[in-house]
């Protein structure tokens, strides 16, 4: 390994970058940024030379983990021959092969791309397609989500952090609450309740909105920074039965459940549900270069046959991106990933459901595959939340000193209001899931002093 650097030469880099660069989602005077030098594998190092685990794959996109040899070459490869050719006029090779790819790996007969560069674009741009095909303006979507950050995704999303634009949102974007039987909104005390007491909310949704004005419903194939409020059996379809019943188009967010995040391919393909349109983004490159898309049925593709996709971006089809995407895919059959997803996602189940033997502040564990959330709670039967939804930095103090446990601990772990997030890279072993739960059982430990 690389010699490392001096604390003096990292705090100095940092500088620059809080000076010179904007940090997201942030309080620019109160970021205290790492510097991460080298990644490989499960683990990333900082440029002084600490080791983390990677619990999270960053932002749940690198599925296959750092520092694959394999994506490197392969967008080596491409750089050397072409970079750039303009999308509009031209194609490349591997712009087909990818296509094609991708329509082996999507359910049904979803089996035409648009691509993007992230999971935002391909959000704003399906919600487009749907707009023209049906000709109708409103898009459904669920409070407990979140599309993205750009003007369109962040009004589609329900996450509150498009409170702070709220004034400019883009209109015509109608929000509905869903099944969440932990929680449920309306008193369910099974999930066939809460999942029939959703579906019947989101008809009187759709009955008081118009159906001759809603061009589609969009929900993520399975729940993720919200929660991982996983969808009850039966809902999925339930929904689907609903958009046949009114003439209206679904749209399955795969952003962060797609490309085996979720235990399949898709996150929709546990629910045996075929949408119209389905977006994805983070796995299709597990994070090596930006790219995204929406892929779209035969019955949608065929409508811009004969009318004009007035849609594009100057990096569409980006042949180096795309370059990454296509050895990605072929790393995810050759390798097994999405396999041993589903295998470590049951042994998490297990390690979690003895952890919640001896920490009283667990109240649930909601998982597919490896895409979790430990939801911490002060009481067991009143489920008080340990953290409030949308919680300000004061109501945090608790879930504050577990993060910073766990990190301690020499682990990076996603923590957002009482959720703590597991979602480590898909090629995770069991040793490496031991040692991530180890720590976040520390962290834990901390909050089980504040039960009742």
């Avoid at 296509?326 to 998490?348: C, S, T």
Wanted: charged content about 25%; aromatic content about 10%; overall charge neutral.
């Amino acid at each position: 390994m690389e010699e490392f650097i001096s604390t003096e030469e990292s705090a100095e880099l940092i500088n620059e970058s809080k000076k010179y660069t904007f940090f997201p989602w942030s309080k620019q005077g109160a970021v205290n940024p790492e510097l991460i030098e080298k990644a490989e594998g499960v683990y990333f190092y900082t440029a002084t030379g600490k080791k983390f685990l990677d619990f999270a794959s960053q932002l749940v996109n690198m599925n296959i983990g750092h520092g694959n040899q394999r994506v490197t070459k392969a967008i080596v490869k491409q750089m050397e021959k072409l970079a750039f050719v303009c999308p509009a006029l031209f194609t490349t090779k591997v712009r087909g092969e990818v296509g094609r790819k991708i329509a082996e790996v999507t359910p049904g007969n979803l089996t035409k791309t648009f691509f993007t560069l992230g999971g935002a674009e391909a959000v704003e741009n399906a919600m487009k397609i749907a707009r023209w095909y049906t000709g109708k303006q409103k898009i459904l979507t669920q409070y407990r989500s979140y599309h993205g950050a750009t003007h369109g995704a962040i009004a589609a999303g329900g996450d509150p952090r498009n409170q702070a634009v709220y004034q400019n949102l883009m209109p015509n974007i109608v929000h509905f609450e869903g099944p969440f039987p932990y929680r449920c909104p309306w008193g369910g005390k099974t999930e066939e309740e809460s999942k029939d007491l959703a579906l019947q909310h989101l008809e009187r949704i759709i009955q008081f909105e118009g159906p001759n004005t809603i061009a589609a419903i969009m929900l993520e194939g399975e729940s993720g920074t919200s929660g991982c409020v996983n969808f009850p059996k039966g809902y999925w379809k339930g929904v689907k039965a609903l958009t046949e019943k009114y003439n209206i188009l679904t749209i399955a967010d795969e952003v962060m459940s797609g490309f085996g995040r979720a235990g399949k391919w898709f996150g929709i393909e546990n629910h045996d549900v075929v949408p119209d349109m389905l977006v994805f983004a983070k796995g299709i490159t597990a994070g090596y270069l930006p790219l995204g898309g929406v892929v779209v049925s035969d019955k949608v593709s065929a409508y811009f046959d004969n009318n004009p996709l007035t849609t594009g971006l100057t990096h569409y089809a980006h042949p180096v991106c795309l370059a990454a995407a296509n050895e990605v895919l072929d790393i995810y059959k050759d390798d097994k990933i999405i396999e041993n997803a589903r295998e470590m996602g049951k042994y998490v189940e297990s390690r979690v459901e003895a952890l919640a033997e001896k920490h009283p502040s667990i109240g649930i564990f909601r998982n597919r595959g490896l895409l979790g959330c430990i939801e911490l709670v002060k009481n067991r039967d009143n489920k008080d939340p340990m953290a409030p939804w949308n919680a300000t930095p004061p109501e945090m103090e608790i879930m504050s000193k577990v993060s910073a446990k766990i990190k301690e601990c020499g682990v990076y772990g996603m923590v957002r209001w009482n959720w703590i997030f597991v979602a480590p890279p898909l090629i995770v072993t069991k040793g490496q899931i031991d040692e991530g739960l180890d720590a976040i059982s520390k962290g834990i430990a901390i909050a089980d002093e504040y039960c009742y």
